[in-house]
Structure formats: C-alpha cells, structure tokens
C-alpha cells in the first residue's frame, strides 16, 4: 500500500483528493470503491472500470480532462495505485 500511496501523491493527488470525494480538478477518491458508480462517466464502480479509466484516461472536453497513463504506470504499478485507492 505504501508504493501506492506514493504513486497516487505523484499522479494522482494535484487533480483529486484523498480525503474527500468533492471535486477538485477530477472526483474525489474517498470511499471510490463504496459507491455505485464513477462520477463522470457513469460505470459501475469496479476495479476493471476504474482500471479501465486510469489507462485511457477521459479525452472528453466536457469533462475534466484526465490523461491516459497506460503507457505511465507498469502492470504492477497499476495493481498497487488500485490497492490503495480501495482504501480510501
């Protein structure tokens, strides 16, 4: 949990908070992994779909823009920033 924490605080932290599920720039992470569905796109709230966005990042202009980081983060990496974002 600790290497996630580190890389949510160097990708993630700038756009969303971890203590609260406000908006920032982007949704807040707190309790992600208790609600039903993500915030701007609607899916159900799964570690595929949250997977899913962190990798292809949202290119929609009317939504905050998030960047792709499936060519950022390893496998691995990826394992350890949804680790710890469930526990928020």
């Known amino acids: 949990m600790?290497?996630?924490r580190k890389l949510?605080?160097?990708?993630?932290?700038l756009c969303h908070f971890?203590?609260?599920?406000?908006?920032?720039?982007g949704p807040g992470m707190k309790?992600?992994?208790k609600q039903q569905k993500l915030a701007?796109?609607?899916l159900t709230v799964s570690e595929e779909n949250v997977?899913?966005?962190?990798?292809?990042?949202n290119p929609d202009p009317q939504k905050?823009?998030?960047?792709?980081?499936?060519?950022?983060l390893t496998a691995k990496e990826m394992?350890?920033?949804i680790a710890y974002l469930k526990t928020l």
């Open 31 to 33: 309790g992600l992994f």
């Open 18 to 25: 971890a203590d609260a599920a406000i908006l920032k720039v």
């Open 8 to 13: 949510y605080k160097a990708h993630c932290a």
């Open 2 to 4: 600790i290497a996630g």
């Open 40 to 42: 701007l796109s609607g």
């Open 64 to 72: 905050p823009l998030m960047p792709a980081y499936r060519d950022i």
């Open 51 to 57: 997977r899913k966005r962190i990798e292809e990042g």
């Open 79 to 81: 394992d350890d920033l």
